[in-house]
């Protein structure tokens, strides 16, 4: 069993940026491939990044490219999303999630096993 925990969201202005975190605990972290998902009110659940479990390969929803970067730092059981120029579209709750796939990187949520409970970003209009 693996525990996700993400942290690092907040409240803040359109143009600003942010780091989500999120720290796995529990099984081994090797061979996971890590993502992000958010769930904006009355829409669902939406992929925004994953990233191999070496950190090799990354992937990004085609509506963040270019402002979120997803990184991973195998030492301290980490994932993190630096969030740049955020857009009152960002608004959402966001989702770490991981899964063991040592060669591919899932984009589907149905395909990631482990979910940590979510962190709140908000970027009012």
């Known amino acids: 069993q693996v525990q996700l925990v993400e942290s690092g969201g907040g409240l803040v202005q359109a143009g600003a940026s942010l780091r989500l975190s999120c720290a796995a605990s529990?099984?081994?972290?090797?061979?996971?491939?890590m993502a992000w998902f958010r769930q904006a009110p009355g829409k669902e659940r939406e992929f925004v990044a994953a990233?191999?479990?070496?950190?090799?390969?990354?992937y990004y929803a085609d509506s963040v490219k270019g402002r979120l970067t997803i990184s991973r730092d195998n030492a301290k059981n980490t994932v993190y999303l630096q969030m740049n120029n955020l857009k009152p579209e960002d608004t959402a709750l966001y989702y770490c999630?991981?899964?063991?796939?040592?060669?591919?990187?899932?984009?589907?949520?149905?395909?990631?096993?482990?979910w940590g409970q979510g962190t709140q970003v908000t970027v009012p209009s």
């Open positions: 999630a991981s899964v063991v796939s040592p060669l591919y990187i899932p984009s589907s949520e149905r395909e990631y096993r482990y």
């Open positions: 529990g099984r081994t972290f090797s061979g996971h491939a």
């Open positions: 990233i191999s479990w070496s950190g090799g390969r990354t």
